[in-house]
């Protein structure tokens, strides 16, 4: 955006117009500014608003003032009053005129949190009013030299004054700053050292100036309260909050101890020490009980779910050793109010699970949701002890309850980008690092179609995901990198199970292997009459010679060569593995998935005796930014034990994205040299996913993804399940595709289909 006409909107052209700017940074992101700022600031407020930042932008300062006091100041506005615009300017104007002009953009983009931190127009003043003070005793000639400088400390002071005022009061604020300053005022690198918080003399005088319970007043008490109570005895090692406001840390622990924060507030009636002493029970807990979990291709929502359930099994657990500690916990935990968050505007995830958290701890919690007393009644039952009062609960079963829960609550709003977090935050509790486990740095490489033998029970190990474009039909173009799919290896079950299946359908066996031997590669052909060839064509050889003798041209197409009359074939079979797969099949006592089950180790014990190289793989999806791609088989692997484990191992669950799933299988079989490539898709339903209302849209992209394999030399089609499925697979895949009608047939029809598609 570089013009005023380039707005379609009068009102936009004008605002653009009145900031009078040519940076290409600032229009970028100008729609976005101005929607923050009409949402924030009066009418008068916009015009003070863009008339500020066009003066700021004329200093000559390049382009990062003028964006940081942009995006800072409706934020600032809203939390201290658009009065205090003056005085801010009036800073700025004399940090211009000093040498200290560098200053001015590390004051704007820290003034947003400073004064949320403040909360009024008179104590931002007096923040001002601090750090003129600061510009004006540190500015001047040092050591003889006849020429002004910039203060050396003003600006790594700027930049640190939203972490100190988190833990200090303005008065403290300005102590701590008055001591620097008298100390360090003629000593350029003693200065800088102290305002950016590297000296021992910073952070010592920065320890005076809080208050609450310092962990290093209390740490011998805690440490006793550790090995007395918990038997645990490991080192305390403090850490600071006052570096890292962005990511606010939390307590942990690693190799190196149990870290804590260096100082606790009092929170209502619960003391400082308490606080810590709560911490410590947590985590000695989590030391105790919890199982490093595989996290690698879990999505965000369902990780968070884990912890606030595993969190509560915890402190259940804790609760039953000590009762007491039932009082404190409670007393830590926030109690949501049931209504707080709108799920039609706003992501209500962290509120459903804080009030969760707080009603598997809390038995008067007094929540009606009947999802909420479900999962709190199905928690207790997993719980509960056995007769002989030995605990039987265990991380994963945890882990199960709470993706149960998360696949039952999940909402197309919990995407949203505003998200609900007050009374969210249980901050006795520590961030859970040592609750999961990552694949190892390398086995990103690791290929699929390997042999790998997958002992029962072992987790699922994943690569990154990759990211594949989705068809928007309203726009007709591509949404870019807009879904997000997750490789893993299928976990194993037995593999016997795949063997009785096989047994069951022998006599069906019988008849495919008749059918199979016609279709089988035939010896090799001899190719004669080549001029080049592999060989002497003796009889040819022997004409051309008597030709020769008598004078005539000799045939010089004396050669020969032999080709293979074989099947140049890859296939790729893709199973939909979505929850509807769970229903009975009509007609039937089994579901679809075990009807699918069979069929399709049918089909592999059929390609396997053809010798045609082929995978199979599985797919599901929780929205967009969730789409699983399961590895079944691969195609350097025998139909052997290890697949036919994971193939035992089959479930159904979530949605159907089929579009993604279609381009990551092709991103294999496109790979594969031959000179036909198939793509057999085995689904029961219509192409859909939770976080998406127009049933037209992923139907679409499934169409265009069809379309762009045809581009790439391989044949789609479809085995559609759905009796339904006449209204929409045409329209994805023309004329490929077969319906089955009679489910329970499956078995018997889907071999069938593949030898008529690969004759």
């Known amino acids: 955006m570089t013009s005023a006409t380039e707005y379609q909107h009068p009102l936009m052209a004008a605002y653009w117009k009145q900031l009078d700017t040519r940076f290409p940074q600032v229009a970028a992101v100008f729609d976005d500014l101005m929607a923050e700022a009409l949402a924030e600031l009066t009418r008068e407020g916009i015009d003070a608003y863009l008339e500020a930042g066009r003066v700021i932008g004329k200093l000559g300062r390049g382009v990062e003032p003028m964006l940081a006091f942009m995006e800072e100041w409706p934020s600032t506005a809203k939390a201290v009053g658009e009065v205090a615009l003056p005085a801010v300017m009036a800073l700025v104007q004399r940090m211009q005129k000093s040498p200290n002009g560098s200053a001015i953009t590390p004051f704007l983009e820290t003034l947003a949190p400073v004064a949320r931190r403040l909360q009024s127009q008179e104590l931002l003043q007096r923040y001002l009013d601090v750090i003129l003070d600061f510009m004006e005793r540190t500015t001047g000639s040092i050591h003889g030299h006849h020429t002004t400088f910039p203060s050396p400390g003003l600006p790594d002071f700027l930049a640190q004054a939203p972490n100190l005022l988190n833990q200090l009061t303005l008065a403290g604020l300005k102590n701590w700053v008055e001591y620097g300053i008298r100390n360090y005022r003629t000593h350029p690198e003693r200065q800088k050292d102290y305002f950016s918080l590297q000296s021992a003399d910073a952070r010592a005088v920065l320890q005076r100036e809080r208050h609450g319970t310092l962990l290093v007043d209390v740490e011998r008490k805690l440490d006793l309260y550790l090995r007395g109570l918990w038997q645990d005895g490991d080192q305390l090692v403090p850490y600071s909050t006052a570096f890292d406001e962005l990511r606010k840390p939390i307590p942990y622990y690693d190799k190196l101890g149990i870290r804590l924060p260096d100082v606790y507030d009092a929170a209502g009636e619960i003391s400082g020490i308490d606080r810590y002493r709560a911490v410590l029970a947590h ?244 190719i004669r009459y080549q001029e080049e ?90 929205t967009r930014h969730d789409v699983r791609y399961l590895h079944i088989k691969g195609y350097g692997e025998h139909f052997n034990d290890d697949v036919k484990a994971r193939l035992a191992a089959m479930e159904a669950g979530y949605s159907t994205r089929m579009g993604a799933a279609m381009r990551h299988a092709a991103h294999y079989l496109g790979a594969r040299p031959a000179d036909k490539k198939l793509m057999l898709i085995l689904t029961d339903g219509r192409p859909s996913d939770v976080d998406t209302h127009d049933e037209r849209l992923l139907v679409e992209d499934a169409r265009q993804a069809v379309k762009e394999l045809d581009q790439q030399g391989i044949f789609a089609y479809c085995i559609s399940l759905d009796p339904k499925a006449d209204e929409y697979v045409g329209d994805i895949f023309g004329r490929q595709f077969t319906v089955i009608d009679h489910i329970e047939r499956l078995p018997e029809r889907l071999p069938q289909l593949f030898m008529a598609l690969t004759k």
């Open 283 to 526: 985590i000695v807990g989590h030391r105790r009980w919890s199982e490093a979990q595989i996290a690698d291709n879990w999505s965000p929502f369902q990780r968070m779910a884990v912890e606030f359930f595993e969190d509560c099994r915890i402190d259940t657990l804790l609760i039953r050793e000590y009762p007491g500690l039932r009082r404190l916990f409670l007393a830590l935990h926030p109690k949501p109010a049931e209504s707080a968050c709108d799920p039609q505007t706003t992501s209500c995830l962290r509120h459903r699970m804080a009030m969760l958290s707080r009603a598997l701890l809390d038995p008067d919690h007094g929540y009606t949701d009947a999802a909420l007393n479900d999962f709190v009644a199905r928690f207790h039952a997993v719980m509960a002890p056995s007769e002989s009062g030995q605990r039987e609960s265990n991380t994963q079963e945890i882990a199960a309850l709470a993706l149960s829960y998360v696949a039952k609550t999940r909402l197309q709003s919990d995407q949203f980008a505003r998200v609900h977090f007050d009374d969210t935050v249980v901050d006795y509790r520590d961030d859970n690092r040592q609750l999961w486990k990552f694949i190892e740095a390398g086995d990103e490489e690791e290929r699929f179609d390997e042999t790998r033998k997958i002992e029962p029970g072992e987790e699922i190990q994943g690569l990154p995901p990759r990211h594949y474009p989705e068809w928007d039909y309203a726009s007709q173009t591509y949404r870019p990198d807009w879904a997000s799919v997750y490789a893993a290896l299928h976990p194993a079950g037995n593999a016997a199970d795949i063997d009785r299946l096989l047994a069951k359908h022998a006599a069906l066996a019988k008849q495919l292997k008749k059918m199979l031997d016609l279709l089988k590669p035939q010896d090799k052909v001899r």
């Open 533 to 622: 060839g592999s060989e002497l064509d003796l009889d040819v050889a022997i004409r051309s010679l008597i030709d020769f003798k008598g004078g005539a041209t000799p045939d010089p197409r004396i050669n020969m060569s032999h080709r293979t009359d074989g099947r140049d074939i890859a296939v790729m079979l893709l199973l939909d593995l979505s929850e509807s797969l769970n229903e009975k099949a009509a007609g039937s006592d089994q579901t679809i998935l075990e009807l699918s089950q069979e069929a399709v180790s049918l089909l592999a014990w059929s390609i396997e005796k053809l010798g045609d190289p082929f995978a199979i793989a599985g797919f599901h999806s929780n």
